[in-house]
T-cell receptor
Framework: EPEVTQTPSHQVTQMGQEVILRCVPI?????FYWYRQILGQKVEFLVS????????KSEIFDDQFSVERPDGSNFTLKIRSTKLEDSAMYFC????????FGQGTRLTVV | QKEVEQNSGPLSVPEGAIASLNCTYS??????FFWYRQYSGKSPELIMF??SNGDKEDGRFTAQLNKASQYVSLLIRDSQPSDSATYLC?????????????WGLGTSLAVNP
């Protein structure tokens, strides 16, 4: 069964560092998303991506964040100058209707 | 007003009983409605989606949608201890190329053996 794959599963980084979270969406899907979930809180939309460009981004997705599809298969989320409050689970999803989620990357900023 | 609201629970039911999970949403333009299950520390797993008013059944699960009341529910029949998880209601309010999901906080379900 096709699945969304995310790496790494857990990333620990020092405050102020840059991190890149990686995702391989389901191959025939055209819509890609990043969501995050701070511990104990609801899942929050960050950004949607279609046809090699951002289709919508939330207020959270400011200049600190960027997304890329560098090689036609991977979909990455870059977080620059990480802050303590960026600590969360980050989920990648892809869809052609219903969204399917990767297993997430747990980002811990120390 | 919260966009997607769920009772956080915990909802506790005995094994074999019916668990009823509820969700309300504020945007009347919402088009699609999803129920995800999330185990602690794991990613959301799609259980069901519903687009039209009425009931939709899939095995032990039934989703119910009432757009006039802006209400969607999930019934789990013959509840099993393995159903113990947080159930997330998500609403798609996008059109065209934007299909982002707006999420409720989730209802914690405990099925007691």
């Amino acid at each position: 069964e096709p699945e969304v794959t995310q790496t790494p599963s857990h990333q620990v980084t020092q405050m102020g560092q840059e991190v890149i979270l990686r995702c391989v969406p389901i191959s025939n899907h055209l819509y890609f998303y990043w969501y995050r979930q701070i511990l104990g809180q609801k899942v929050e939309f960050l950004v949607s991506f279609y046809n090699n460009e951002i289709s919508e981004k939330s207020e959270i997705f400011d200049d600190q964040f960027s997304v890329e599809r560098p090689d036609g298969s991977n979909f990455t989320l870059k977080i620059r100058s990480t802050k303590l409050e960026d600590s969360a689970m980050y989920f990648c999803a892809s869809s052609e209707g219903e969204a399917f989620f990767g297993q997430g990357t747990r980002l811990t900023v120390v | 007003q919260k966009e997607v609201e769920q009772n956080s629970g915990p909802l506790s039911v005995p094994e074999g009983a019916i668990a009823s999970l509820n969700c309300t949403y504020s945007d009347r333009g919402s088009q699609s409605f999803f129920w995800y299950r999330q185990y602690s520390g794991k990613s959301p797993e799609l259980i069901m989606f519903i687009y039209s008013n009425g009931d939709k059944e899939d095995g032990r699960f039934t989703a119910q949608l009432n757009k006039a009341s802006q209400y969607v529910s999930l019934l789990i029949r013959d509840s099993q201890p393995s159903d113990s998880a947080t159930y997330l209601c998500a609403v798609n309010r996008g059109a065209g190329n934007n299909r982002k999901l707006i999420w409720g906080l989730g209802t914690s379900l405990a099925v007691n053996p």
